[in-house]
């Protein structure tokens, strides 16, 4: 884990902000981070408020304390954004999704509002963090200046299925079509110290299809997945937590390593191979996972 801050996002489960049902299975499930949706999920119009006053009752009666809450607000040409966050900036709330970003000045523009409102009601500056959603062709080929453009996004996402329509192309069974966004996206957030979310898994029933994507997506470097369903979550966390064997390989090459320091080795030897930086870091890494995952357990 190289990321700006220690969140632990295997899982982020979207949740219709206006479905009182939906909103309480969420909060019983076992989702590392909720996604309250205002956007596209919410309609007709009306149903945005009523979205907006049903998440801020959720989170002041406490029912979200589990988990890390973005609300995925409206983007900045719907008419709705700025009620989306005026709203939602309160205690409860880690930070907001952030739709259809394609440029980085979309993040900065984001960014500034989030600072004048916290501003506004007193709030320290920096408090709501960003999830950049990268749903456009003009989206993953930015995807560095997405990370770059404001130090509150935590987690840069990808959504494949408006991706592909604005791309034109086909989302093909084998996913050959989105290997390329999918590269780029995990490359340009582990670049940036920011953690990289795969896309949602559509076919919501078929855990089959759930796990091969699931192996391609910790083959490319991703943290987490952006799930729709519930009971996708448990195969989910299976491959974006360590393994028992995980963590023993790493706790063995941090005690090798100091053992080689303690006794003036340049480096330490493990059945006739060197242990070295990388090998290092990556232990480190799956140990702060773990260690984030033992905090949420425990909670």
Sequence with gaps: MNSRFPYLMRSLMFVPGHNERLLNSAARSDADVLLLDIEDSVQPDENKQVARDT???????????????????????????????????????????????????????????????????MIPIGTFKIIALVET?????????????????????????????????????????????????????????????????????????????????????????????PKEIPLVHKYFSPSEEDVAWAEEMLKLAEQAHSEGKGVAVKDGKFIGPPMILAARKILKKQELINKKSKV
Excluded: W
Aim: proline letters at 2%; one cysteine or more.
């Design 55 to 121: 998440i801020i009752r959720f989170v002041k009666e406490g029912k979200f304390r589990n988990h890390f809450v973005f609300p995925r607000v409206n983007d900045r040409e719907s008419g709705h954004l700025l009620q989306d966050v005026y709203q939602l900036t309160i205690d409860g709330i880690t930070g907001f999704m952030y739709p259809k970003s394609k440029l980085g000045e979309d993040i900065y523009f984001f960014d500034k509002l989030l600072e004048t409102i916290e501003y506004e009601k």
């Design 137 to 229: 062709t003009a989206a993953v080929l930015n995807a560095q200046d997405l990370c770059k453009a404001s130090n509150r996004v935590v987690a840069l996402a990808y959504g494949c299925e408006d991706f592909i329509t604005d791309l034109e192309g086909i989302h093909d069974a084998e996913s050959k079509s989105l290997f390329v966004p999918r590269a780029t996206i995990a490359m340009a957030a582990r670049a940036n110290g920011v953690i990289p979310i795969d896309t949602v898994h559509i076919k919501v029933h078929d855990l089959i299809d759930l796990e091969r994507n699931l192996k391609i997506a910790k083959n490319l470097g991703f943290e987490g997945m952006l799930v729709l369903n």
